[in-house]
């Protein structure tokens, strides 16, 4: 089986109103999947993390006259040749948004190919069912043309109400002292089963994380995720050994050196790799794989469209047992219920969840999905 061509879809979807989180205010949310074909007919779908036009055409430059004629099922010969072939312009960022989404599309082809899931391919499902969060508990405003901000606590309780048993809160907008009341608003309306988990978006400083880590702790907060930029190595050493809260992080870190130094100097409790950036299914469960060795917990990043979700829950089903447990569940999964439909859209059928808890495709080949090519059309980024 040869690859024979990639077909690319920069796509990009709107909302109204828009919602905010610690860079500013978000109205629209781009994606690129990819659709890989081969000489035998079968096809792969694989998305890349980032800005769609330049991780096509990064796809296009560097990765396109190394993976045509490539065997999709040569999984870890190809990702090498392509992270050697990048290794002069760079390791993370769009070149390996661009290798992720191949990777990704070949491990769905491997799994049609065999009559499997994913998962099967990655060891098993460890499990088949996933715990999920919201994570779109974010900023919006009371009233369209206000500036008052909407109370995170009623978007709390709707999640709740539609079965999620943890939530995530953005944080990092407003100033320390309004934002640890939010976080507090959400705390209490909440029953004491639900888990709170709160996301700066690397907004702080060291300073203002560790003053923000004693309040969440003192709140309860199941975690802190990215309170500071991931380059800013001293920062995390500090706020490790000042706070008392655990913190996750790793969502914009690629390849296991990306994690290397995270994990080895243990500067988080949690690690979020996002399977469309750190370098597709090959490269994350190698790195969860490290994560392991650690002693440090997992769960994938999951704020992608259709196919870039599809590929997390798939991770997330065959990551062995937590380091400290037995059990067969683990962290919750980040399923957003998603303002932009960027999954719901994108599927002819949607992945199957019910009080927060979603059950893994294990009844499909590969990935498990079907795209809506409908869908898709609507929502090209069209050039020139």
């Given at each position: 089986m040869?690859i024979t ?6 796509l ?12 500013g ?9 990819i659709?890989?074909h081969?000489d035998?007919g079968?096809s ?9 036009l330049p991780?096509?055409?990064m796809i ?10 490539a ?9 090498g040749?392509l992270v ?9 960022g769009?070149a390996?948004?661009a290798i992720?989404?191949i990777d990704?599309a070949c491990w ?10 994913v998962?099967s ?7 088949t069912?996933l715990?999920c969060y919201?994570?779109t ?6 009233s369209?043309?206000?500036?008052e ?8 309780l709707?999640?709740?109400?539609d ?8 944080v990092g ?6 934002d ?7 705390c209490?309306s909440?029953?004491e089963?639900?888990?709170v ?9 060291c300073?203002q994380?560790?003053?923000?880590a004693?309040s969440l702790?003192?709140?309860?907060v ?14 995390w050493?500090?706020l490790k ?11 914009t ?8 130094d ?11 790799p996002?399977t469309g950036?750190?370098?597709g299914?090959t490269e994350c ?10 002693g ?16 997390a829950i798939h991770?997330a ?8 447990s ?31 808890v979603l059950r ?5 080949p ?5 795209i809506?090519r ?11």
């Amino acid at each position: 089986m040869k690859i024979t061509s990639i077909d690319k879809y920069p796509l990009d979807f709107r909302q109204d109103p828009a919602w905010g989180y610690s860079k500013g205010w978000v109205s629209n949310a781009p994606a690129l999947l990819i659709e890989v074909h081969t000489d035998e007919g079968i096809s792969g779908w694989g998305e890349g993390y980032g800005p769609p036009l330049p991780v096509a055409e990064m796809i296009n430059a560097l990765c396109e006259p190394v993976t045509i004629g490539a065997d999709p099922f040569r999984t870890e010969d190809l990702w090498g040749r392509l992270v050697h072939d990048a290794r002069d312009f760079s390791k993370s960022g769009t070149a390996l948004a661009a290798i992720s989404a191949i990777d990704i599309a070949c491990w769905d082809i491997k799994g049609k190919v065999l009559g499997v899931p994913v998962c099967s391919l990655l060891g098993g499902p460890v499990r088949t069912e996933l715990d999920c969060y919201a994570s779109t508990v974010r900023y919006l405003r009371k009233s369209p043309g206000s500036e008052e901000l909407a109370d995170p606590a009623e978007l709390a309780l709707k999640f709740v109400g539609d079965g999620y048993r943890a939530l995530k809160i953005a944080v990092g907008m407003l100033d320390l002292t309004e934002d640890i009341d939010r976080v507090q608003r959400v705390c209490e309306s909440v029953s004491e089963d639900v888990r709170v988990m709160v996301d700066a978006n690397q907004a702080y400083t060291c300073r203002q994380a560790v003053e923000m880590a004693k309040s969440l702790a003192e709140l309860g907060v199941t975690w802190f995720e990215d309170p500071l930029p991931p380059d800013d190595l001293p920062g995390w050493r500090s706020l490790k050994s000042r706070a008392d809260i655990s913190l996750a992080g790793g969502e914009t870190l690629s390849s296991r050196t990306g994690f290397r130094d995270f994990l080895s100097l243990r500067l988080v409790d949690i690690i979020l790799p996002e399977t469309g950036l750190a370098g597709g299914l090959t490269e994350c469960k190698k790195i969860m794989d490290m994560a392991y060795a650690f002693g440090v917990e997992c769960t994938p990043h999951g704020y992608a469209s259709a196919v870039g979700t599809a590929a997390a829950i798939h991770l997330a089903s065959a990551l062995p047992h937590q380091p400290s447990s037995t059990a067969s569940r683990l962290l919750p999964f980040e399923f957003a219920p998603d303002p932009f439909n960027r999954i719901a859209d994108l599927l002819t059928d949607p992945f199957e969840i019910s009080d927060g808890v979603l059950r893994v495709p294990l009844d499909r080949p590969g990935l498990g999905i079907e795209i809506n090519r409908g869908a898709l059309s609507d929502r090209l980024i069209r050039q020139g």
